[in-house]
T-cell receptor, first 114, second 115 residues
Framework: AQSVAQPEDQVKVAEGNPLTVKCTYSVSGNPYLFWYVQYPNRGLQFLLKYITGDNLVKGSYGFEAEFNKSQTSFHLKKPSALVSDSALYFCAVSSTTGANNLFFGTGTRLTVIP | GAGVSQSPSNKVTEKGKDVELRCDPISGHTALYWYRQRLGQGLEFLIYFQGNSAPDKSGLPSDRFSAERTGESVSTLTIQRTQQEDSAVYLC?????????????FGSGTRLTVV
């Protein structure tokens, strides 16, 4: 079975501070991991993915995520948050032995305070 | 088109009525997915189409839900005899080949409200 946990419903950070949005996963086989962002009144947008290779993945808008196999985590990070980063963030997983669809977490609402 | 297009963007229907939701994927995307997003919850997988292969219907919650897609074109999701628990945002996504290597492109969704 495949599942994703985003333990924090909400994350608040001050503008300019580093941000972290947490994600842990459970899959059989090797994981494919994704982060998507949903801005207000807009569809979900792809941010970044981990398939194989370097554990640190860089994506759109200055975001990055680190794949940690021992901790089964794929936390999203950004060194300096912008007010415009305020949105709903979803972690998603699939696996090499699973179906082609992605399993999504429940989402984390990020608020960057000016 | 440039993106995944869904219509209508909003739909209010009476309990017991049938509704049809439409998704127009990006041209050339062979894979198409339907998800449901209930308020405060994550995305719930409903159905997956890949080219002309038989669809993966494993996520459909009941036999009131069905979806069709002809080839690599438009898909319709039909909900018969709607119930209040069907109220949600229904999201469509398409992908070139499979989402595993190329990721999804999502539409803006259809917000369904059953009253």
């Amino acid at each position: 079975a495949q599942s994703v946990a985003q333990p924090e419903d909400q994350v608040k950070v001050a503008e300019g501070n580093p941000l972290t949005v947490k994600c842990t996963y459970s899959v059989s086989g090797n994981p494919y991991l994704f982060w998507y962002v949903q801005y207000p009144n807009r569809g979900l947008q792809f941010l970044l993915k981990y398939i194989t290779g370097d554990n640190l993945v860089k994506g759109s808008y200055g975001f990055e995520a680190e794949f940690n196999k021992s901790q089964t985590s794929f936390h999203l990070k950004k060194p300096s948050a912008l007010v415009s980063d305020s949105a709903l963030y979803f972690c998603a997983v699939s696996s090499t032995t699973g179906a082609n669809n992605l399993f999504f977490g429940t989402g984390t609402r990020l608020t960057v305070i000016p | 088109g440039a993106g995944v297009s869904q219509s209508p963007s909003n739909k209010v229907t009476e309990k017991g009525k049938d509704v049809e939701l439409r998704c127009d994927p990006i041209s050339g995307h062979t894979a198409l997915y339907w998800y449901r997003q209930r308020l405060g919850q994550g995305l719930e997988f409903l159905i997956y189409f890949q080219g002309n292969s038989a669809p993966d219907k494993s996520g459909l919650p009941s036999d009131r839900f069905s979806a069709e897609r002809t080839g690599e074109s438009v898909s319709t999701l039909t909900i018969q005899r709607t119930q209040q628990e069907d109220s949600a945002v229904y999201l469509c996504a398409s992908s070139f080949k499979t989402a595993l290597n190329y990721g999804y492109t999502f539409g803006s969704g259809t917000r369904l409200t059953v009253v």
